[in-house]
């Protein structure tokens, strides 16, 4: 009997402890500073950045589309990230909002400690 073929690698897990920044964009200053306050208001992030218009150039429904967007940068924790990905699919409106993460390899003790503390209340 020939050996098996190797199971496909699996996807990264994210580390049970630690910092992420994650991104979202939108399509209005307005619709970011929304996405921004609900998700500070419920303790999902400690800090939301908004930057100003970018342009994004994409692929979607078979058409190359060009549209100015608005970035938004949570400060959050591993620990609430789920929820925080939760709140801003429900609370999006686009189809399939960018939500992305990338974890804070290193960072100010005491900035990492308050996101902590800001992110760990109910």
């Known amino acids: 009997m020939p050996p098996s073929p190797p199971s496909p690698p699996s996807p990264p897990s994210l580390p049970s402890f630690g910092h992420l920044t994650v991104l979202t964009t939108t399509d209005s200053a307005e619709k970011a500073e929304e ?14 950045q908004i930057s100003a218009p970018v342009t994004s150039v994409y692929r979607w429904r078979s058409a190359i589309e060009t549209a100015q967007e ?26 399939t ?3 992305i993460a990338t974890p804070v390899v290193r960072g100010s003790a005491e900035y990492l400690a308050w996101v902590t503390e800001e992110t760990g209340r109910a």
């Open 97 to 99: 909002p960018e939500i």
């Open 35 to 48: 996405l921004a306050r609900g998700v500070i208001e419920a303790r999902l992030a400690a800090c939301a």
């Open 70 to 95: 608005w970035q938004v940068l949570f400060k959050t924790t591993v620990e609430r990230y789920d929820a925080l990905e939760a709140h801003l699919k429900a609370a999006h409106d686009y189809d």
